[in-house]
């Protein structure tokens, strides 16, 4: 079936043509309606295996709820309320549960730049979490992957990013009274362990707790040890539109290890020395900035964990025994109804 999608917007956009005769841009058009494609149709392949996968223990559905509107320069500005982003999310309400004691709710940002909450990485996280009696949203905030090109380009890279995510946790209070609005707390990996921090950051009267796996913690840090070419994709003109030159201060004001004082959360990280994708020296970074700081929060760093940046989301001895050390720091402060804090 994908394959067949995939032949007929081929054969579509042939057949339609351009409004360009030159052949490299026609081209590159048709490359990104076909990858814009491929992931809607995997996007909608993956919700499939969520349904699948979690129906003995989940009670699933998929929302749409508001984002602020993207940045503008119209002028004058379009009337308030006229533009808000629409975002989707998975949500996720335990099977079996109480209907007299009010649960606790983890807001889940998910990992990778334009990326989205996927079956074969997280699904271990989401299990865990509705056997211990939690409800979960996992928003896929401006600039995921699956929703077309126009909210593909909408990214806002620790910007309103931190705000999509935001409305979800408020989206959820709004619509379950359940829900108990003191017992908030925030996750991430990679990308989505950046948005949690910045979050907290932001809102940290709205999150009794927070944890980061692996976080993206220094723009500065990490392009200098992955590139000049990487640095291009932060200065597209969709994304930052600008480099690590032009611009020093948006991207230190994008990263978690540049705002550690404003830390007032409870906080778990985790990272792992072997990790070829977020550095141990960019996350070092934030640890070292956080103590700078004068703040309480508890780290770990494995050495060499099987797996290396998805060490933790794997079947692995070492993936087990870490998950349990983040559901009981959890528990310290969102008391579900199946876990007890150590």
């Given at each position: 079936?994908?394959?067949?999608?995939?032949?007929?917007?081929?054969?579509?956009?042939?057949?339609?043509?351009?409004?360009?005769?030159?052949?490299?841009?026609?081209?590159?058009?048709?490359?990104?309606?076909?990858?814009?494609?491929?992931?809607?149709?995997?996007?909608?392949?993956?919700?499939?295996?969520?349904?699948?996968?979690?129906?003995?223990?989940?009670?699933?559905?998929?929302?749409?709820?508001?984002?602020?509107?993207?940045?503008?320069?119209?002028?004058?500005?379009?009337?308030?309320?006229?533009?808000?982003?629409?975002?989707?999310?998975?949500?996720?309400?335990?099977?079996?549960?109480?209907?007299?004691?009010?649960?606790?709710?983890?807001?889940?940002?998910?990992s990778e730049i334009h990326g989205n909450l996927v079956s074969d990485e997280e699904a271990h996280v989401v299990r865990d979490l509705m056997r211990q009696g939690y409800a979960v949203i996992a928003p896929d905030y401006r600039g995921s992957s699956g929703y077309g090109s126009d909210f593909w380009r909408l990214i806002d890279y620790g910007g309103l990013e931190i705000e999509d995510v935001h409305a979800a946790r408020q989206w959820m209070l709004n619509q379950h009274q359940e829900i108990d609005s003191k017992r908030v707390g925030i996750i991430g990996w990679s990308h989505g362990g950046l948005i949690a921090l910045l979050t907290i950051f932001a809102h940290p009267d709205d999150y009794q707790v927070c944890y980061a796996g692996v976080p993206v913690s220094d723009l500065e840090e990490r392009i200098r040890i992955r590139g000049k070419g990487y640095e291009q994709l932060f200065a597209a003109p969709y994304h930052l539109g600008k480099t690590l030159a032009e611009a020093p201060e948006e991207y230190r004001r994008r990263s978690p290890a540049w705002n550690a004082a404003k830390l007032r959360t409870p906080l778990l990280i985790h990272t792992t020395t072997n990790d070829e994708d977020v550095n141990i020296v960019e996350v070092k970074k934030m640890i070292t900035a956080l103590q700078a700081a004068g703040k309480d929060f508890k780290y770990r760093i494995y050495t060499n964990a099987p797996g290396g940046h998805l060490f933790n989301r794997l079947d692995t001895e070492t993936a087990t025994q870490s998950r349990q050390e983040i559901w009981h720091f959890l528990a310290g402060y969102l008391h579900p109804k199946n876990v007890s804090a150590k």
């Open positions: 079936m994908k394959a067949f999608l995939l032949a007929a917007l081929l054969f579509t956009a042939l057949a339609r043509g351009e409004e360009t005769n030159d052949v490299s841009i026609r081209l590159r058009g048709l490359e990104e309606g076909v990858s814009q494609l491929d992931a809607k149709v995997s996007r909608q392949m993956n919700e499939l295996l969520w349904f699948e996968r979690l129906r003995d223990l989940a009670i699933i559905d998929k929302v749409r709820f508001t984002g602020p509107p993207p940045h503008t320069t119209n002028d004058p500005a379009p009337p308030a309320g006229s533009n808000e982003v629409i975002v989707s999310a998975l949500t996720f309400m335990p099977r079996h549960r109480s209907h007299w004691r009010k649960l606790p709710l983890v807001v889940f940002a998910h």
